[in-house]
């Protein structure tokens, strides 16, 4: 992207100069409730789907199910298998079919229009996946839940979606079964790893000749909601169009698969950083998932020592977790690490690199575009930087104005390209998020001269004490690095003589025990490996931090003090 710094905020690319107009396509919805609650076209952002021939090429109806899941078998796919769990293996075929009858179960018997949500509850599971694939074969819009939600949070996201159907498995329908009768029409029905619930039944009876609902490729095919970090998430929409945009983005130019590989991790469906990385991406390509229903580091490390994984997506405190777990463990088949979520510290990249040989991928996406848009892999890795924007998208960093500012200059970042906000129903933080055509995704970036972008903070992480700017995540790499440090979060909290504190909440490795002289040697520590005035005043042992079910540090309640 050329850096012009015109004094004058960025402006939004018109048709004209490489924007694309919303479609005119009719919609293949009945249901307009996902259209009618789009924002107004004048808060959108700008989407770019001229950047690369692979965006320009998609059609305009298009069922991303069908483009994934048909396009596999006509490739030739179909005994291939595609999702591994629970010391099973369901082929191309298996899913394909299986999600045709569920599409079949989902019109004929359970009475959906196209443009109806589906809310799924279920852990990472083949039949969960399929069910997936269903809801947009039939013209539904998937609404995806964390597993972990409890029936209050999911009827949170059943009455924002206006959802009246649920697909649940039956190990977690006690809470599905709740929030759905909380709503007038709502009801859910179970499908079970043993195939005893009622959805099996009624899959096994349907035929499997469901046709694809005829969708226009921007009609919304899910919403996600964002984890919560700073409170009650908010309902993202994404249409089919976006599903393949992020398929032929960040994998094919920075990832780079095969069709050999096998794909594994811990993000839950409900997390789009794990709806790409275990499901869309293996399916593009031709490769396989290995499916946790648990995504604890240690699940995730036997995982890959027994599944061969050779392409693993994780957290980076996964990864930190993982490293202490390596001795005695073969991992020999990995070759792709992709880290995100949160920041990725140096020393966790350092660590990993050093026990396994392997520099982990980093990456910044975000449930607002769906996928990574900033990322770098192999020698284009600069430890401690995200990356370069991911071919397909633009971005660059601005001050509060709009206006772009210097490279080596801390400001908000800004991106746009195929994907982008559209939050359910919600104008205000619409506007908050999207300006003058870009999304501004919360963060602090600097852009070095080169092109590369170096996390700071969230925006509204950046703590201003005595005058200087200091970044949370910075303090916190450098706790990371003292040997009695297990995790930790950094933050600022009100000071009437500096404006902030610095205040660090740190949880020890097992066997150390807290203490003010253990505080004071990592205020020492933090003064010996970054600017003095950055280390943090105050330090709080705990036990935990506050964590959304993504794995995301909950920042603000370390803030209110919980």
């Given at each position: 992207m050329r850096v012009t710094h015109d004094p004058a905020p960025l402006a939004p690319t018109g048709v004209g100069s490489g924007g694309s107009a919303p479609s005119a396509e009719p919609s293949g919805h009945v249901d307009g409730f996902c259209r009618d609650r789009l924002p107004p076209r004048a808060l959108w952002p700008v989407l770019r789907h001229d950047l690369l021939p692979a965006l320009a090429a998609h059609p305009p109806r298009l069922n991303a199910a069908v483009a994934l899941l048909d396009a596999a078998l006509a490739a030739g796919w179909g005994d291939r298998p595609l999702f591994r769990a629970g010391g099973e293996t369901w082929s191309y075929a298996r899913v394909a079919e299986t999600s045709r009858r569920?599409?079949?179960?989902?019109?004929?018997?359970?009475?959906?229009?196209?443009?109806?949500?589906?809310?799924?509850?279920?852990?990472?599971?083949?039949?969960?996946?399929?069910?997936?694939?269903?809801?947009?074969?039939?013209?539904?819009?998937?609404?995806?839940?964390?597993?972990?939600?409890?029936?209050?949070?999911?009827?949170?996201?059943?009455?924002?979606?206006?959802?009246?159907?649920?697909?649940?498995?039956?190990?977690?329908?006690?809470?599905?079964?709740?929030?759905?009768?909380?709503?007038?029409?709502?009801?859910?029905?179970?499908?079970?790893?043993?195939?005893?619930?009622?959805?099996?039944?009624?899959?096994?009876?349907?035929?499997?000749?469901?046709?694809?609902?005829?969708?226009?490729?921007?009609?919304?095919?899910?919403?996600?909601?964002?984890?919560?970090?700073?409170?009650?998430?908010?309902?993202?929409?994404?249409?089919?169009?976006?599903?393949?945009?992020?398929?032929?983005?960040?994998?094919?130019?920075?990832?780079?698969?095969?069709?050999?590989?096998?794909?594994?991790?811990?993000?839950?469906?409900?997390?789009?950083?794990?709806?790409?990385?275990?499901?869309?991406?293996?399916?593009?390509?031709?490769?396989?998932?290995?499916?946790?229903?648990?995504?604890?580091?240690?699940?995730?490390?036997?995982?890959?020592?027994?599944?061969?994984?050779?392409?693993?997506?994780?957290?980076?405190?996964?990864?930190?977790?993982?490293?202490?777990?390596?001795?005695?463990?073969?991992?020999?088949?990995?070759?792709?690490?992709?880290?995100?979520?949160?920041?990725l510290p140096r020393s966790t990249f350092e660590l990993w690199r050093s026990l396994t040989g392997i520099p982990i991928i980093d990456g910044i996406g975000a449930t607002e575009l769906l996928h990574i848009f900033i990322s770098a892999a192999d020698d284009d890795i600069r430890p401690g930087s995200t990356g370069r924007v991911v071919p397909g998208y633009e971005a660059c960093v601005v001050d509060a104005a709009g206006r772009e500012v210097p490279r080596g200059t801390v400001g908000r970042l800004a991106v746009r390209g195929p994907t982008g906000c559209r939050y359910l129903d919600d104008p205000a933080r619409q506007r908050a998020y999207v300006q003058h055509g870009w999304n501004l995704t919360g963060d602090s970036y600097v852009q070095d001269a080169d092109g590369w972008f170096w996390y700071q903070a969230r925006t509204d992480d950046l703590i201003v004490s005595a005058g200087y700017n200091i970044a949370g995540p910075e303090v916190e790499s450098a706790l990371l690095q003292h040997e009695a440090v297990q995790e930790c979060g950094v933050v600022g909290v009100p000071d009437a003589e500096r404006g902030q504190l610095v205040k660090a909440y740190v949880v020890l490795r097992p066997g150390v025990q807290p203490g003010p002289e253990l505080a004071r040697a990592l205020q020492e520590h933090v003064k010996r490996t970054i600017a003095p005035y950055k280390y943090p005043r105050a330090v709080a042992f705990v036990d935990a931090l506050p964590r959304t079910a993504t794995g995301k540090l909950q920042r603000f309640r370390l803030r209110e003090g919980t």
């Open positions: 569920v599409a079949r179960v989902l019109v004929d018997a359970l009475g959906l229009v196209p443009g109806n949500r589906v809310l799924l509850r279920a852990p990472n599971t083949p039949m969960h996946a399929a069910c997936w694939f269903a809801v947009l074969r039939a013209g539904g819009v998937a609404v995806c839940t964390m597993p972990l939600l409890r029936a209050r949070e999911l009827a949170y996201v059943a009455d924002r979606a206006a959802v009246d159907l649920a697909l649940c498995d039956a190990r977690l329908a006690e809470a599905c079964e709740a929030a759905m009768g909380s709503r007038p029409a709502g009801r859910s029905i179970c499908f079970a790893p043993d195939g005893s619930g009622a959805l099996d039944a009624l899959v096994r009876r349907a035929s499997d000749d469901a046709p694809a609902c005829d969708t226009a490729a921007d009609d919304v095919a899910l919403v996600a909601f964002t984890s919560g970090t700073t409170g009650e998430g908010k309902g993202t929409m994404h249409t089919h169009r976006d599903v393949l945009a992020v398929c032929d983005c960040f994998p094919p130019h920075v990832l780079r698969p095969t069709p050999d590989d096998v794909f594994g991790g811990t993000p839950p469906f409900a997390f789009t950083f794990g709806l790409g990385g275990l499901v869309l991406f293996p399916v593009r390509i031709g490769a396989s998932a290995v499916l946790l229903e648990q995504g604890s580091p240690a699940a995730l490390l036997d995982a890959i020592e027994r599944e061969r994984v050779t392409v693993t997506f994780t957290a980076p405190t996964a990864y930190r977790a993982m490293a202490g777990l390596l001795a005695g463990r073969d991992v020999g088949a990995l070759r792709r690490c992709v880290s995100a979520g949160e920041p």
